[in-house]
């Protein structure tokens, strides 16, 4: 168990740039490993507030996420692609309803992300102005073992700082 607590905790802070007083979202589906993983652990093993949503996105409307962005201030937006691209279908007009502006950063889990659904959560959702680990107008996408990106992304800080807590310790 202390080796999966650290894995939660060190990929939870590194890969979403985790700050004192971040309220985390991960919406992706609880069943999955996501669920346990950065639902539960790893936000509260770094000491930040958890988020939990387990509903559609799409009820009782398609801004269902972002009148939670906005009512909770959160900061770390984590879904998945297939909400995305079902959010997509709605157009603009329902992110845009909301005030945004407390997202910090955005990531995808899952299944690989397609471009067309990339830009929609970069650009609508993340106003072009999300930041990941200080890094301006990066989205991070953390399915990074297995998937392809849209766009280069990398990952040397991440193993870099996940091999030094390791060695810390």
């Known amino acids: 168990m202390g ?17 004192e007083g971040d309220i985390f979202a991960c919406v992706a589906d609880a069943g999955w490993i996501t669920g346990h993983s950065y639902i539960v652990y790893g936000p509260l093993l770094n000491g930040v507030t958890s988020f939990m949503f387990e509903s559609t ?21 984590y ?17 845009n309803r909301y005030d945004l502006s407390s997202l910090r950063v955005l990531g995808t889990v899952g299944e690989p992300i397609n471009p067309e659904a990339w830009r929609w959560y970069y650009e609508v959702v993340g106003k072009e102005k999300v930041r990941a ?22 990952l040397t800080t991440f193993y870099s700082s996940l091999l030094a807590s390791v060695l810390r310790r």
């Open 79 to 95: 879904t998945a692609p297939t909400a995305i691209r079902s959010l997509m279908r709605f157009g603009d007009k329902a992110p």
């Open 133 to 154: 680990g200080g890094a301006k107008r990066r989205l991070l996408i953390s399915n990074f073992l297995r998937t392809s990106f849209p766009r280069p992304i990398t």
């Open 57 to 77: 996105p799409m009820y009782p409307d398609e801004g269902r996420y972002w009148d939670c962005v906005e009512r909770h201030k959160i900061n770390v937006f």
């Open 3 to 19: 080796g999966y607590c650290l894995y939660a905790k060190e990929t939870c802070k590194n890969s979403f740039a985790l700050k």
